[in-house]
């Protein structure tokens, strides 16, 4: 009972901050995101007999404590519904930077819940597998439908799941990773969730969400790249904002962080298609579009703390790659 899958990453326009049940992950608000096609977690989940707890190994170190019960914890899931008690060996490899504010727990979960429920004989449907990858990790919810997602917030277990609103040739934007560190980030997103509501910002950020979705959504259904730009920073920044007020604050930029994001509205003021978004960490987002995005990474290259530029373009859905033979 072996399966393997793969995952893209997802970067967020209209951001996932604060949840309304936090062991389940209910968000407070809807999100908005764009899976990242040359980002990608392989993920291989085995369940042997043999083994008398869970196991697994992250970049080829074994991995215990949080990491492995997190695991641990969705494999009790996909044990329940496939009625199975046997534990199970986990696998996981990224070819991206983890903990560095690009989502290695999106993909990490998404591919997950994929390789576990095929590894146990379960089929589930593309809203099961969000669901279940939503209690690993929120953001993993958008990893699992391709192209340009949107993660419904629902109220229930049963209604908080994502699904695609255009496929990933819908619009050619390119995100450009601007790595200014790659340190493990010292506050993890599942203790920012946990104290968004400290902010006295996290209230009105909530309220002003359904706004702030259907606008994006908008004007990414039409490429209107001059209204999504506005609305993808103010979202980011109004995330920042809440993190910065919230107790204890939390304070993910960098130096290089502020200057990028500077630049970027320079270059937009001066006609370039360009805007910036920045998740739990100090690494900055810059989207473009296709055609610009080489001149965008040369002008990204000069400013001083850039220490590396990542792209990648719409990505497609988790898929699995691998999956034993039942009953042979
Ligand atoms: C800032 O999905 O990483 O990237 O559910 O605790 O794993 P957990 O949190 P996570 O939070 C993502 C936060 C964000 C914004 C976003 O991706 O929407």
Redesign the pocket.
Known sequence: MKATAEAHP???F????G?RNQIL?IPANG?L?MNLDSLFTRTTVTFDPNLTTDGLRLNHVPAGGSALSRVSDLLERVRRLANIDTRAEVISENNFPTGS?I?S??SA?AALALAASAAAGLNLSEKQLSILART?????A?SVPGGFVEWKPGNSHSSSYAYSIAPPEHWDLADLIAVVSTEHKVT???S??AIADSSPLQAARVDDAPRRLAACRQALLDRDFEKFAEVVELDSNI?HAVMQTSTPPLIYWQPATIAVMHAVRAWRKAGLPVCYTI??GPNVHILTLKPEHSKVKRLLQEIPGVQDILRAFPGGPAKLIYQEALNV
Do not use: E, L, P, V
């Open positions: 997802n970067i967020a209209i951001k996932y901050w949840n992950r999100s995101s504010g989502a727990s999106a979960f690993g990790s929120g953001s993993a958008r993890g997103s599942t920012g969730h995330m998740d739990a």
